[in-house]
């Protein structure tokens, strides 16, 4: 069988295995396969990885059912009856991973889709002709999803939630749910301008990290230890599929040019908003716009002779190349990757701050507020007209890149071939392709 991958509306991919939950009928319904079935769910009851290889009769079983579609099910998110799909993976999964239990494998649909893709829907659906012109890019997201009903609709319900009341304490579990349900039912080419939004000044930054409430849904009075909110987050089937699709689709690699193992920007970013809603969830950790300080709500204090480990996992969000580079891309508007620096040193343990006790209103004019000031760099896609061309036109100027923009990014004078007095009379307009459009 054959199940598609749908993301606002286009079939983009197709995945050659069944999802968890027709394979498990087709398993039951053979009886071979049925009785391996039971052997092995017996096998990983006490997720004991050293006697599920000692005995040979849980082994049969495992090489039985690794032949089978079961083996290879996976779920998609959002999926009807997700909970259910994820019970079966983790019924056969569980406890098989190859080393510790941190870096188990996503049990969801491979994501194909490219970011170019969601920028071409994003520029049909804000009704623009795909030049966007922003004064500050994380309010203009928030117009754009107040233009679409559903999204106008989900967010307020969230944010109307997830802001608190002065002496009412925050109902967290409703303000995570609320923002699940706005993540799940929104397509990416609207969420993602609102989470991953490029700023150039500490406004915009400040909204940015402002957009999931952080005051309720991201930050505790306390913080906690990173090993037990991993742990809790495994309890729980949908939280531990999450956590492992972040850490299979954001996995670093020093050898790709990416930055990331399995090359994709657009299955990166939305394992991160994945976590959304979650206590795993992260965040942008301060309101500097040129550098990007990333990570959960938690340190690695109190982790006893597992620190060294503990610090190893968090790395996996405060120090993820494959992450900034795709923040950052998304950022430029296009999929070519841009060579980075090594990211600053990460915030391992943190501290409680004051938080704005609302979210940034969505209606000040560009005219009569700070956070609307002008942009450093303006992107554009190509118009709808020459929606079938491969090219991507991004105009910066380098004057601009090298006095504001964070250090990653900055273009070397030396090797550009245009003098500062030439770059701040003009604009660089630099011809991109990018790999896949639709």
Known sequence: AHTSLTISGSTISSWPH?????????????QSCSSRLRTLRQCLAGRDRDVLLSSQECKTALEVLQESALYMCRCRKGM??????????????????????????????????????????????????????RQNACLDAAKFCNVNDLCKRL????????????????????????????????????TFPLLFCPCSDKPCAERRRQTTVPSCSFSRPEVPNCLEVWATCRQDPICRSRLADFVTNCQSSPQSSSGCVRDNYAACLGAYAGLIGYDVALNFLDSDPHSLSIGPWCSCSGSGDQES??????????????????????????????????????LTTLSPRTERRHVLPDNQSDSNTLYEMSPDICDSV???????????RICVSESQLNADLTPDLRIDEGHSGISRYHASALSIIIALYSTTLF
């Open 18 to 30: 069944t999802d968890c939950i027709r394979a498990n009928e087709q398993c039951i319904a053979d």
């Open 80 to 133: 009807k009856k997700e909970l259910q799909c994820l019970q079966v993976y983790w019924g056969i999964h569980a406890g098989l991973t190859d080393g510790d239990e941190f870096y188990e494998s996503s049990p969801y649909e491979p994501v194909t889709s490219r970011l170019s893709d969601i920028f071409r829907l994003a520029s049909i659906n804000s009704g623009t002709d795909g030049t966007i012109t």
């Open 155 to 190: 967010r307020s319900a969230f944010i109307s939630v997830c802001n608190t009341v002065d002496g009412v304490p925050c109902l967290r579990r409703k303000c995570h749910k609320n923002l699940r349900n706005f993540i799940e039912r929104i397509p990416s080419n609207l």
């Open 309 to 346: 480990m503990c610090e190893l996992y968090l790395k996996e969000f405060t120090q993820n190349r494959c992450l900034r580079n795709a923040i950052h891309a998304f950022g430029n508007g296009t999929d070519v990757v841009h060579k980075q620096s090594a990211p600053r040193p990460p």
């Open 382 to 392: 190509q118009d709808k007209k020459n929606d079938s061309s491969t090219h991507i």
